[in-house]
């Protein structure tokens, strides 16, 4: 088989370069049964969960327009976020430095004066970040805990600027400011979600892309750079440029490309998917959680969206990258995560009348000075040989969905304008 674009993974990215190359002599490789990569959604019992939280938060109005409009607009919800922090036994608003105000007493005391009195060297990791910018009392009660249990690793690991435009920064000014209620917005204070889940964003992109196009269950087992081959279980195809959207490290694996794997760590998260027989908390959209005591980082209410009458939740809960997750340690889980519910009073009497889950694996890539150099080298060289990897994995990066559209259309711009 030939092709003059081998498009390698069927999410967002993979689909959003395909949709967009002027050639139609391309072809698309999907290891799974369905394109969608993470923007999976299920269905099951009346409820509607994704893979994981999905919410979609455009900066650019002309793409908004495009896949909602194919979606149909009675179909997709525009939401002012309601997001939260439980912090002792209650919540304040997130992000929880600009509303410490909101604390009790003693501890926004504590986060004041540590704010005011911060060392204010320059960091060279993200853990330092936190607290020169920060100071001791805001990073301790919240920030350093909630990104430890998120990333399940030391954040001295990490990049100084590992989460980029969406960590919520605020200096002393703004800070305050927020005090009276000012200047409380951040990058996704409002957010997007169809009737029928992520996956719906998925079929707008799709609708581009005929379906003789895509080839589903048709994982890539070796990629022959210097043929510009590429070999699944059924077949060999030969290429011009290959588009990858797969991680980096499972794409320099199957090329053999020199690298260290070391380099690219990362997490995996689990995450249930409950629902339950009645409502329960009706003021948030999702709820942070830094408790160490509580085994999730994140809760999020899809009834609370489209205020649905029985609870819809997806739980959230980190782990290193060599974490065996076997099915009994996942129904530990559960139950734990059921009691910590009940516990931290999200849960309150509530049947569980259905549940799912799924291990991302990777989640969320860790960012570091050495990823970072190594990214750019490798995806430098792999261009000088027709092959371009991109999207959050592709590029070990911290994106969002939106991101991705737009460098997977930036690039096929790029063919498209080729002589």
């Not at 069927?10 to 002027?22: M, N």
Request: charged share 25%; proline share 5%.
């Amino acid at each position: 088989m030939r092709t003059n674009f081998l498009i390698v993974g069927g999410g967002i990215t993979g689909l959003s370069f395909a949709q967009k190359i002027a050639s139609d002599d391309y072809v698309l490789c999907e290891a799974l049964g369905d394109v969608g990569g993470y923007c999976q959604t299920v269905k099951q019992d009346g409820f509607v969960w994704d893979y994981s939280g999905h919410f979609f938060h455009f900066r650019h109005p002309e793409i908004e327009e495009e896949l909602v409009s194919r979606i149909g607009r009675d179909r997709v919800r525009r939401v002012a976020r309601s997001s939260k922090i439980l912090f002792q036994g209650s919540t304040i608003d997130f992000p929880f430095q600009r509303n410490i105000h909101q604390l009790p007493h003693e501890d926004f005391l504590e986060c004041l004066i540590d704010l005011v009195a911060k060392d204010e060297v320059e960091p060279t990791n993200f853990k330092q970040m936190l607290y020169s910018r920060f100071g001791r009392g805001i990073s301790e009660k919240f920030l350093v805990p909630y990104n430890e249990k998120l990333y399940a690793t030391d954040l001295a690991r990490l990049d100084v600027h590992a989460m980029g435009r969406f960590f919520p920064h605020a200096n002393t000014t703004e800070i305050i400011k927020g005090f009276r209620g000012e200047n409380s917005s951040s990058y996704n204070s409002t957010f997007t979600y169809p009737e029928g889940g992520a996956i719906e964003y998925v079929r707008a992109i799709q609708q581009d892309v005929p379906d003789e196009k895509i080839l589903l269950n048709e994982p890539i087992l070796e990629i022959d750079l210097r043929r510009r081959l590429a070999r699944t279980p059924t077949r060999e195809i030969r290429y011009e440029s290959l588009v990858s959207s797969i991680s980096l490290p499972h794409l320099l694996k199957l090329t053999g490309m020199p690298h260290d794997p070391a380099v690219y760590s990362y997490n995996k998260v689990l995450v249930f998917n409950l629902g339950f027989d009645r409502k329960g908390p009706t003021d948030a959209h999702w709820i942070y959680c830094p408790d160490p005591e509580l085994c999730f980082y994140r809760v999020g209410f899809y009834d609370n969206i489209w205020q649905t009458e029985r609870m819809s939740l997806y739980v959230e809960i980190g782990y290193p990258a060599d974490t065996h997750l076997d099915q009994e340690e996942i129904a530990r889980m559960k139950g734990r995560v059921l009691a910590d519910l009940a516990r931290c009073g999200i849960v309150t009497g509530q049947t569980l009348v259905s549940s799912h889950h799924i291990v991302l694996d990777p989640a969320y890539v860790h960012i570091t000075e050495t990823s970072n150099a190594d990214v750019l080298e490798q995806k430098a060289a792999l261009a000088t040989r027709g092959v371009y990897s991109l999207g959050r994995y592709g590029s070990w990066t911290y994106c969002s969905i939106e991101d991705n559209i737009v460098e997977a259309r930036t690039l096929a711009e790029r063919f498209n304008r080729a002589p």
